[in-house]
């Protein structure tokens, strides 16, 4: 799984070299529980059902050589059957099939059996006569579409009309039951997809909430308290706090509309298409275009596969630790080692600065308690170790995705 990968820009001079490498210790060896099957954020989109569903029925159309299909869902609590997707159905009847009462004979005879039902359409009883001069059907199946994890509740039916009497041969039968059985397949998925989708934004919005609150929101209680000591001043006419707390106030506005910049840049910021690989490659081009330190980047793994959630937390979270080496550290040379270790990824970001005040919060910032959270979102940690003569050593690390993600992902 190694595959060793190196590029610098600012490139290193021949002389020099780290004072020392950075180990990994698994958290199995430092009394921290073993890496265990992670089970990743959903990420998929459910897609559109409509068109799937209309090849599918062209498709038992021609096996059982029906006349017309319609499927139907029962919405959530509901007592009616909603039509999704149809063929050969003449508009003027399609409306009045929709919606069609869920007593309906037909689909209720095929619900009770838990499979297939066949009738003459003049046998069922709760349906209106037809008033469509055009309809020429003469009989029709009705299979249900079962649910898998509830088989006591169905999740519709699928309904095939004929435009002469048919009888339910085992042909006819066991194709339009595969048929009903794939069809329950994609509208469950579906429905999967969606609820998935949802529970991922609301932990998007959540995870904004945080950023905003963990940024902004303390600075900006920091701004109305020495607000309101300013008004309080210039009341009693003491204009020596009155200029200290409103330098106070400027100085916090700054701050926060620092923040904002850097919370709308950081949300804005979408993962290079490619992955994250390439991503943290065009990130280091751009450390090494904006500043005089020479960044050396170390790949020690050959294919990086994660989720779309976890490269989005890594990118960030290295993103971050880059902009520390940039602002605070005083280094000449960095590093970033992406390498894979026990069933851990590890993601190290290390200079040679003056150590010991890179991550320390100041006027506001609160990068490091961010960077944490981001590693928590992911199952992982993060080690920072800085002392004088040896620089910030900062170390992301997290289990491999349990051995499902593709499948919950897709």
């Not at 200029?243 to 701050?255: E, M, P």
Request: hydrophobic share 40%; charged share 20%; net charge negative.
């Amino acid at each position: 799984m190694s595959n060793k990968t190196s590029s610098a820009r600012n490139p290193l001079p021949a002389d020099f070299s780290w004072a020392r490498d950075s180990l990994f210790t698994p958290p199995e060896q430092g009394g921290r529980e073993a890496p265990h099957e992670t089970p990743a954020p959903a990420a998929s989109q459910a897609s559109d059902l409509k068109p799937l569903l209309e090849e599918l029925l062209k498709a038992l159309f021609v096996a059982v050589n029906a006349s017309a299909e319609i499927i139907r869902i029962i919405p959530p609590h509901g007592q009616t059957l909603q039509p999704v997707s149809s063929v050969g159905l003449p508009t003027e009847l399609l409306e009045a099939e929709s919606p069609l009462a869920l007593p309906c004979e037909a689909c209720g005879k095929a619900a009770a059996g838990r499979g297939i039902y066949s009738a003459d359409l003049s046998s069922c009883g709760s349906r209106p006569d037809c008033s469509y001069s055009g309809c020429h059907f003469q009989s029709m199946i009705v299979a249900v579409l079962e649910n898998d994890s509830a088989p006591e509740t169905p999740i519709g039916m699928l309904t095939l009309f004929f435009n002469h009497p048919q009888q339910l041969g085992e042909h006819t039968t066991n194709t339009v039951l595969s048929f009903a059985r794939l069809i329950s397949a994609i509208v469950e998925h579906n429905k999967s997809s969606r609820d998935a989708r949802r529970v991922e934004l609301m932990a998007e919005r959540h995870a904004i909430a945080n950023e905003i609150h963990d940024s902004l929101a303390q600075t900006l209680a920091y701004t109305r308290m020495r607000t309101s000591l300013l008004l309080e001043a210039i009341r009693t006419g003491n204009e020596l706090m009155s200029a200290k707390y409103a330098h106070d106030v400027n100085d916090a506005l700054q701050i926060s509309q620092k923040t904002v910049r850097e919370l709308i840049t950081d949300f804005r910021c979408a993962m290079d298409p490619s992955g994250l690989l390439n991503a943290l490659q065009t990130l280091t081009g751009q450390f090494c275009d904006h500043n005089e330190i020479a960044l050396e980047y170390i790949n020690r793994v050959a294919h990086l596969e994660l989720p779309l959630e976890y490269e989005i937390q890594v990118f960030h979270i290295v993103q971050e630790a880059l902009a520390n080496i940039a602002t605070h550290s005083g280094a000449t040379h960095a590093r970033l080692i992406v390498d894979f270790s026990n069933r851990y990824y590890i993601f190290t970001i290390k200079d040679n600065g003056s150590g010991g005040c890179t991550f320390t919060p100041v006027e506001g910032h609160y990068g490091m308690m961010i960077m944490r959270e981001r590693a928590q979102r992911i199952g992982g940690e993060i080690i920072v170790e800085s002392s004088q003569g040896f620089g910030t050593h900062v170390q992301l690390f997290f289990p491999e995705p349990g051995s499902n993600w593709r499948t919950v992902n897709e």
